[in-house]
């Protein structure tokens, strides 16, 4: 009998915009809160940045759609951009009521604002360089504290549950069977409204700068339910992660250059003045391109991000984290420059929304790195991403309080049957395909392109797609294979972004069609119609629940 837990709103993922929604429903709504591993295991802990808003009385709305419109290539869309950055000030404000420890100047008390690459202002609102820490804290703070929200570590969510027909109007997600890692049992969360706030996808490349758990889950989940994607050819690299073998995802953050640092070769002398007027503070795809060429143009193994020319005093009291992981490696920041190089860092595609984070199927929000709103278009500006999981976030639990009454309770479904299914004693399977699938990722859907890489990416995934799914169907499930299973097919859909568009535009790079086209347009898969991997299409039984 799979036991079967009954809430209002389940939320999967437990990152700024995951936790954040939670807050903002009301305190009678039954919230259920899934975490992979501990509550801070996503990607916000680790974001150094900070939330991009207009704070500053030099600063206006204009200016800051402006750089986001300038920054996504012509793709981002304007109503969204508005709507996020009108709602800037007041997200800011509930954090800071939420208590945020926001740094502040230490003259006049006000924020301490920086400027990061695309942007024309200093708007960037932050905590030292740990501001993703200081918001996670804050807000798992709020969470154990609130008594309407249920927090389940170390779940991971298999498939949504729904109901009806699909894609017709009695079609309706009201659940997720979810596999508890600790006693690898399988668990019914039924919900009135469910809400994916899982994260991206950028654990489908060899270097990232995210954490083991941004393995698209809520996308291929969405996927599988019904949703449409769009534009998951636009992967960002990172342009400046530590270069060593030891430093896993240590993100050397924008601000670093925002406050003076300066990209150099290994004989010291700058590159960024040649490949754009704004050198160092050029938007991510621009520096990341740069970086990419510089290095293959050399044969070099890293390029070099230095800020020692700035006072030891500065450097500490800004960038304490960012120094200690360098001291940690051998490198003093302070005196010598670091080794950088490009990571993929944040999936600008995902599940398309709404404004209310309401996707294509009725009961299922996404908000977060795993949703489309059109906000990021062809490249991210810096630090928009925690500013959109704050305004989704409130906007989506305002849109589900006004639903939630007319919506009634979900009954209980199906068993999770596991009675065909045996014990593997071939998981080097799993962790083999890991390595193949982000390797080639790496080497063929990367920072530059060409049609014959994709086209060698298509059919490895393809094959890759088919062992995995007979490895599914034939034994038990693990947490591998339930990221393995998601992060190959998100890949494969990204891959089929990336063919489908014919121009380079912002983060996606194609030598074999270098230009960009005079009309920009989304590309948007959808489920419904038939993809060239069979593997990709919608599959009704699997989903009728």
């Known amino acids: 009998m799979t036991k079967a837990h009954i809430f209002d709103v389940l939320v999967i993922g437990s990152g700024a915009a995951g936790l954040s929604l939670a807050l903002e429903l009301g305190p009678d709504t039954r919230v259920a809160v899934l ?5 801070s295991a996503g990607s916000t802990y680790w974001a150094q940045g900070g939330i991009a808003a207009v704070l500053s009385q030099n600063d206006s709305t204009a200016e800051h759609v402006e750089d986001t419109l300038t920054a996504g290539a012509g793709l981002c869309h304007e109503d969204t951009v508005r709507f996020t950055v009108e709602n800037s000030k007041a997200g800011i404000d509930w954090l800071t009521n939420h208590g945020v420890p926001f740094t502040r100047e230490q003259d006049t008390d006000d924020y301490h604002l920086t400027r990061e690459g695309g942007h024309s202002q200093r708007r960037v609102i932050h905590a030292a360089d740990a501001t993703g820490q200081a918001l996670s804290n804050t807000l798992q703070e709020r969470v154990r504290q609130a008594e309407n929200i249920t927090v389940f570590e170390h779940h991971m969510a298999i498939n949504l549950i729904t109901s009806g027909n699909p894609p017709h109007r009695d079609y309706h997600c009201k659940g997720a069977y979810v596999f508890d890692t600790r006693t690898e049992a399988v668990e019914q969360f039924l919900a009135r409204s469910v809400v994916l706030a899982s994260g991206g996808a950028s654990k489908a ?27 998951l050819e636009f992967n960002q690299f990172h342009p400046t992660c530590l270069y060593h073998p030891h430093a896993k995802a240590s993100l050397i953050s924008e601000a670093v250059r925002g406050e003076g640092g300066l990209l150099v070769r290994a004989d010291g002398s700058r590159f960024m003045p040649e490949y754009h007027p704004l050198a160092e503070l050029a938007p991510r795809d621009i520096v990341a391109r740069a970086i990419d060429h510089e290095m293959k143009r050399s044969g070099a193994d890293c390029v070099y991000l230095d800020i020692s020319h700035k006072p030891e005093e500065f450097i500490r009291e800004h960038f304490p984290t960012i120094n200690q992981t360098c001291q940690r490696f051998g490198i003093d920041m302070t005196k010598e420059p670091i080794p950088v190089v490009p990571a993929a860092h944040y999936t ?8 209310n984070g309401q996707t294509d199927v009725p009961g299922l929000y996404a908000i977060g790195e795993a949703s489309h709103t059109g906000l990021h278009g062809a490249n991210r500006l810096a630090s928009n991403s925690l500013l959109e999981c704050i305004v989704f976030a409130h906007s989506a639990a305002r849109d589900i309080e006004e639903r939630l009454h007319t919506i009634p309770d979900p009954e209980p479904v199906a068993d999770w049957d596991a009675s065909q299914v045996t014990d593997s004693n071939e998981n080097v399977v799993i962790s083999h395909n890991w390595d193949e699938l982000r390797r080639f990722m790496w080497d063929y859907v990367g920072i530059v392109r060409t049609t014959k890489r994709l086209l060698r990416a298509r059919n490895r995934v393809m094959l890759l797609m088919q062992e995995i799914d007979d490895f599914y169907r034939n034994f038990r499930i693990s947490s591998d294979l339930i990221e393995l299973r998601n992060l190959a097919l998100t890949a494969s859909l990204m891959i089929r972004c990336a063919l489908e568009r014919k121009e380079s535009r912002g983060l996606h790079f194609t030598l074999d069609y270098p230009e960009t086209a005079k009309q920009a347009e989304d590309t948007v898969l959808s489920p419904f119609v038939t993809g060239a991997n069979p593997l990709e299409r919608i599959n009704v039984q699997e989903i009728l629940h």
């Open 348 to 355: 600008c595609g995902g599940v398309m929304v709404d404004h």
């Open 35 to 39: 975490s992979k591993a501990e509550l």
């Open 205 to 231: 490349y060899l270097y990232t700068s995210n954490v083991d758990g941004a393995s698209g889950d809520g996308i291929a989940m969405a996927w599988r339910a019904g949703c449409r994607v769009a534009n």
